[in-house]
């Protein structure tokens, strides 16, 4: 701890800190341009230049930490001169164009130049040829870039697609695109942009940043459970009209969305309310007993759920979410605590990571996110144990150790052994090590020896561990000794744990649901198949969708955080079906308060919760559930034989962006969804790149076009299930690689 | 005087009749005093004399102060005939009475362009800042004050305010010298940009 002075008040400052964060912290301003808290500093605006006294010059306070002692002057007459003469430079030939540009009332620029008194031009330089580039979805105008280069920043150290660079040439540097690289085109750049030189297709020239309404919420597409603002105005200019989302913005300096979350924001329903319809379902919920549901679906809603099985003995069907349910069980059995003991910011901050069967540039992308900054900015060690080697995430990945399908269970029992520190060992574990036959498990598992004491050899040295559960070990038949072993590691190793929820609240369903093995006769589906349908989309009854409902989801993170209505909706929500047929709650978020405190939740109502960080990024959304200590029993079983998984193999998993029906009807994604494989695989399959193919899974026949990747490799195909409307509960919940026949449909 | 006193004049200085009868007979008196054909000999003397001060409204009307601000007039650029406004929004913003909406778009030319503007007349309190804040001189107060209509849907939309083409052709589009206008000075305070090439 360092004590200092900022204009003559004490201060202290942590590890870590630099002069500017501190001031951050106490409430000093210092301007500043290209400075973002989630990236290191890039200190290229100069602007938040301090002064020391009794020294002389001035120094970066973005990136000097400070010295004991000194006082630091944030503004003087010098000072500001100083950085008026920067942001004189930073006008010159800048197009008075504020007038039509989408940053104009939020622009930066704009703001300082007011700030610093710049009213007039008073140097000159020779205007280039300034071009306008599309980028896909995204647009830059050259002549509106300041080259502050946060944009480069974040593509590179947070979302890891390294897409975008300078190209250095005094006057004329502008951003360019890497050739060849994979833009996800997630929109943080344009998000980050302190100006209005990066804009979106769906948004330019729309309306006025000004006009917007901000609704402070949280992104209904994946477990991450986002920050962000949904911004609404009405539509057209006539006074009744309706409201609709024009983008989604969130707290750039702290967080990050995905393409999905900045992009898919139109996928709210409209209703009015029907009687007819709303009577039938009554009546249908009188003749059912079995409830079929997601987990896109709120915490408050989950409850709705629970007590109206408790009250009527519905049967609570979500397969998806009872295998987590279960994995998080057994886990909590071997690990002693209910919850996994991991969070977003332990990846970040980790120098060691695995990530064990998860396609995590698809699955989740805030922990795709959090691993590339582990890795640009702690040189992490980043081993990712997939089957299929993912293109997407090479710049990240600094191991790739591939593996058999259906191999899981000896690849953890491998990294078990590998990790495990031998000594403070229960002697029945100890023996279980002891007798694993790794030579067998590693021929099995198709993982070299030396692989792993290549990984082993990495990890030494290393101090923040984290270890990355995908949905391919969750879905295992073998599942519960999976997560018995997995829970070893939380027990016994360095290794923090995060089991990565399957969909937005699966870890919220799995903690207030009492799920069900099987259903009944007749079925309650809710934005399922059932026989009665109540869905967002096209049900019997027509119900709001995630942003148009108030409530809470369990993140990731482990925290219960609140989203609000985006856009009004008229119909009925299920809270008025429980209410006519017995339970009694003007709200839904009256259950709020409501969620088992058993289970973590903390007795708080969701007019309690907040949801914002601060500018050093303290997470002041919802609370974080309390992790409860449980009894450990070690109870693992031996790993069983491992399956052959030969011939052409699909797996599911969903596109980048791309997460389930609600992003799939966005207008602004790319919602193709082709099974693609690998020239391998299409050679192995007989089919060529364009053909319409059918295979079955399960019971369900699933028609589709095939790809070429020409980057992939190997015989497994990639087969998304994000386009099927109500996605029936047994395709998300399934092993996720399945052995088929694939046919070509001869048109 | 004394300060915070009024001081109060009685006009009215017959005390009322009490009785019913003085009541009648005042009654009387007033119908059928000459005074009232007065009265009317004069209108009707003034209807068919020429050369008179009166207005003949409708079919005359007063000529208005420059600064007077009746409906807006969205113009054009004389040369091109282009819409003057750019969408920038500000005349929406500051709009203390909230009754200016627009919608605007990105057209074929990656040009901002309005594709609808209204302003609820009915709200409208006619103070001018929309036409003082416009950068453009866009939006301005026109001269028509007399507001009716079957609906108050009608009150306005963006073709009612634009100047029409043909008009633009005759020269007929006024350059606005009211509220918002800018100063005969103007020119005295343009700095000019300093360019290299
Ligand atoms: S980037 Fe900012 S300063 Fe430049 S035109 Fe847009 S709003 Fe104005
Ligand atoms: S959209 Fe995302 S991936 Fe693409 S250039 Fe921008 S930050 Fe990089
Ligand atoms: S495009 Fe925007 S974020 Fe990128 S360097 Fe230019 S001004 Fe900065
Ligand atoms: S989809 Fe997931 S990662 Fe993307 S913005 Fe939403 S919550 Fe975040
Ligand atoms: S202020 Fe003028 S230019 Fe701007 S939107 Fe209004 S009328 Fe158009």
Same mark, same amino acid.
């Given at each position: ?480 000794? #999976? $997560?018995?072993? @997995? /829970? =070893?590691?939380? &027990? +016994? !190793?360095?290794?923090?744990? %995060?089991?990565? *929820? ?74 008025? #079906? $429980?209410?006519? @047929? /017995? =339970?009694?709650? &003007? +709200? !839904?978020?009256?259950?709020? %308060?409501?969620? *088992? ?78 099974? @693609? /494989? ?70 | ?197």
């Amino acid at each position: 701890m360092t004590t200092f002075y900022i204009n003559g008040q004490k201060v202290t400052a942590n590890k870590n800190d630099t002069i500017l964060s501190v001031a951050r912290r106490e409430g000093f301003y210092i301007p500043t341009l290209c400075y973002l808290t989630k990236v290191k500093p890039i200190s290229s605006c100069r602007l938040c230049v301090v002064e020391v006294e009794g020294q002389n010059g001035f120094i970066l306070s973005c990136q000097t930490p400070p010295v004991e002692g000194i006082n630091v002057i944030t503004d003087s007459q010098k000072l500001f001169t100083h950085r008026q003469n920067i942001m004189k430079m930073y006008d010159v030939n800048h197009p008075l164009e504020c007038g039509v540009c989408d940053k104009s009332g939020n622009c930066d620029l704009q703001n300082k130049t007011l700030d610093f008194e710049v009213s007039s031009q008073e140097f000159s330089a020779k205007e280039q040829k300034r071009v306008i580039e599309n980028w896909g979805f995204i647009k830059y105008d050259e002549s509106l870039c300041i080259l502050c280069e946060r944009c480069v920043h974040v593509c590179n150290e947070v979302v890891g697609d390294n897409a975008l660079k300078i190209g250095v040439g005094g006057y004329k540097s502008r951003i360019v695109r890497v050739e060849d690289s994979s833009c996800s085109e997630c929109g943080e750049c344009m998000a980050v942009c302190p100006v209005g030189a990066l804009t979106t297709k769906d948004f330019q020239y729309k309306t006025n940043a000004w006009e917007l309404q901000k609704i402070p919420a949280t992104c209904a597409h994946c477990s991450s459970g986002c920050q962000i603002f949904y911004e609404v105005k009405h539509v057209g200019s006539c006074e009744k009209s309706d409201k609709k989302v024009y983008r989604v913005t969130n707290d750039v300096d702290i967080n990050s969305l995905c393409g999905a979350g900045r992009f898919a924001y139109d996928f709210n329903n409209s209703s009015v309310k029907d009687k007819d319809k709303f009577e039938k379902a009554i009546e249908a919920f009188h003749v059912a007993d079995t409830i079929v549901f997601n987990s896109y679906i709120t915490n408050e809603e989950a409850l709705i759920l629970q007590r109206l099985k408790e009250k009527f003995g519905y049967k609570l069907i979500n397969s998806s979410a009872l295998k987590y349910q279960k994995f998080l069980q057994e886990f909590s059995k071997s690990a002693g605590s209910m919850l996994y003991n991991g969070t977003i910011e332990d990846i970040k901050s980790a120098d060691f990571a695995i990530v064990l069967g998860s396609k995590i540039s698809s699955d989740n992308p805030i922990v795709k996110y959090a691993l590339n900054t582990a890795q640009k900015n702690r040189r992490a060690e980043i081993c990712y144990l997939h089957p299929i080697q993912d293109e997407d995430i090479k710049q990240i990945v600094t191991q790739h150790i591939k593996y058999e399908v259906g191999s899981e269970e000896g690849v953890v029992a491998l990294l078990l052994q590998l990790f495990l520190n031998q000594e403070n060992l229960e002697d029945s574990l100890k023996s279980y090590i002891d007798e694993l036959d790794i030579g067998y498990l590693s021929a099995e598992s198709n993982i070299g020896e030396e692989e792993l004491s290549k990984l082993k050899a990495k990890s030494i040295r290393k101090q923040n561990f984290v270890l990355v559960i995908g949905e391919d070990l969750i879905t295992h038949k073998r599942a519960e000794n #999976i $997560a018995k072993l @997995i /829970g =070893l590691f939380q &027990k +016994y !190793t360095q290794f923090k744990v %995060i089991i990565i *929820p399957t969909q937005t609240n699966t870890l919220g369903v799995s903690l207030i649901c009492d799920l069900d093995e099987k259903k009944g006769n007749y079925s309650i589906g809710y934005n399922v198949k059932g026989n009665f349908t109540l869905s967002c989309f096209d049900g019997d009854l027509s119900m709001p969708s995630l942003n148009q409902q108030e409530g809470t989801f369990t993140t990731i993170d482990k925290r219960v955080v609140p989203t609000n209505v985006a856009i009004s909706y008229n119909g009925y929500c299920l809270n008025d #079906i $429980a209410n006519a @047929i /017995g =339970l009694n709650k &003007k +709200y !839904t978020i009256d259950y709020t %308060i409501e969620l *088992p405190h058993e289970k973590g939740f903390i007795k708080k109502s969701f007019d309690e919760l907040s949801n914002f960080y601060n500018l050093n990024g303290d997470d002041n959304r919802g609370y974080a559930l309390e992790n409860k200590v449980v009894n450990s029993i070690v109870a693992v079983e031996s790993v069983e034989d491992i399956g052959e998984f030969n011939g052409t193999v699909v797996y599911r998993c969903e596109s980048v962006n791309q997460f389930n029906y609600n992003t799939f009807v966005s207008k602004n994604l790319a919602n193709d969804s082709f099974l @693609i /494989g690998s020239n391998q695989f299409a050679i192995a399959a007989k089919i060529g790149d364009g053909d319409e193919v059918e295979f079955s899974i399960g019971e369900n026949l699933i028609k589709k076009v095939f790809k070429i990747d020409k980057k992939l490799k190997g015989t497994i195909a990639m087969n998304p299930s994000f386009d099927r409307l109500l996605s029936d509960d047994w395709v998300s919940s399934s092993y996720r690689y399945q052995k088929v026949t694939i046919k070509r449909v001869e048109g | 005087m004394k300060k915070g006193t009024q001081n109060y004049i009685n006009i009215h200085t017959e005390s009322s009749p009490q009785k019913p009868f003085e009541m009648f007979k005042q009654i009387v008196k007033r119908t059928f005093k000459g005074e009232m054909f007065v009265g009317l000999w004069i209108v009707f003397r003034e209807m068919i004399r020429f050369n008179i001060h009166t207005i003949q409204y409708p079919k005359e009307k007063l000529p208005l102060s420059p600064r007077y601000r009746a409906v807006h007039k969205l113009l054009r650029l004389i040369e091109s005939g282009n819409e003057r406004c750019i969408g920038c929004g500000l005349c929406e913003k500051i709009c203390i009475a909230n009754c200016i909406r627009m919608d605007t778009k990105i057209d074929e030319n990656s040009r901002k362009v309005v594709t609808e503007y209204t302003i609820n007349l009915g709200r409208c309190i006619y103070c001018g800042y929309c036409a003082e804040v416009c950068p453009e001189l866009a939006i301005v107060h026109g001269d028509r004050y007399e507001n009716v209509s079957e609906q108050r849907a009608h009150f306005v939309l963006k073709d009612d305010m634009l100047t029409p083409l043909d008009l633009l052709k005759q020269k007929e589009q006024k350059e606005y010298p009211g509220f918002g206008a800018i100063s005969d000075e103007a020119d005295k305070f343009i700095k000019k940009t300093p360019l290299a090439y």
